[in-house]
C-alpha cells in the first residue's frame, strides 16, 4: 500500500535522511523509534508532502497505491490529505485555533473536503467524537481548547482524522504529551481504528516499549539512518544493534518485570 524506496531529504543541501526505505501493508502498523534528530518525523512528513523549512526529497521515490507522491499537484494533495491520508500531530491542541470553538473548526474541516451542509457536518463531528469516546460529545463542540484535557484534545484530533476514513493515518509523538492512563487509552484506540477501519498506521515515537506493544513493524533510526528493522520477536530478541540494545535497557521496568 505504502512503499518508500530509498529516499534521501536534504535542507539547504545537507541531508537529514539517508538511503531510507519501508514497506507497509493494508491494515499493519510500523512504528518509527529513535531519539530526536534521528529523522523520524521527517519520513511521515515526506509521505504527507509537508516537509518544513524548504525539505526537498533529493532522491528515491514514495509511492501510495502504485502511484508517486512527489508527483502530486497541489490540487491532488488538497485532495489526499485528510480523506486518503490524514495525520495526527504530537499535542492536536497546539493545531487548534484558541479563539474557535471545536465544533467550528470540525464542521469547517468536513466542508472542505465534502459537499454537506453545516447541520449535517456538525452532526457528523459529534459521532466522530462519540466513537472517540468523549463521553458529552455536544459539550465538546461547543469548547473551547483550553477548555478540554490534553487527552480530550488529543481525540478531538484523531477523531477530526479519521472523519473520512483514510487508508494511512500518520502519528507524530501522539501520546508524548500525556499522562501514562491517557496513553494507553490513546493507543488502544488507535489499535481499535486499524481494526474497524483497515487502517495502516506509521506512528512516530521514542518509547520502545509502545511501538514493542503495537506495531507489527518496527524501525529504530538514528541520525537519519535505519539501524535495525523488523518485527517485534526480531527487535526485541534477534539480533540487533547496540543502539537499539540501548534503547531497550532504557525501558523502565515495574516490579522488577520488564515488557519489552
Known sequence: MLEINNITVCYKERPSLKNFSMTLETGKIASLVGESGSGKTTVIRAVLGLLAGGGKVTEGDILFEGKSLLKNTPEQWRKLRGTEISMIFQDSGAMLNPTRKIGDVFVEYI????????????????????????????????????????????????????????????????????????QAQIIRQMMELREEYGTSIIMVTHNLGVAAYMSDLIVVMKNGEITDMGDRQMILHGEHSAYTQQLLDAVPSVGGVRYV
Do not use: C
Open 111 to 182: 466542508r472542505t473536503h465534502e459537499k454537506i451542509s453545516k447541520k449535517d457536518a456538525w452532526k457528523k463531528g459529534t459521532l466522530m467524537l462519540e466513537r472517540m469516546r468523549l463521553a458529552d460529545a455536544d459539550n465538546t463542540m461547543n469548547a473551547y481548547p483550553f477548555q478540554l484535557s490534553g487527552g480530550m484534545r488529543q481525540r478531538v484530533g484523531i477523531a477530526m482524522a479519521m472523519t473520512f476514513q483514510p487508508k494511512l493515518l500518520l502519528a507524530d509523538e501522539p501520546t508524548s504529551a500525556l499522562d501514562v492512563t491517557t
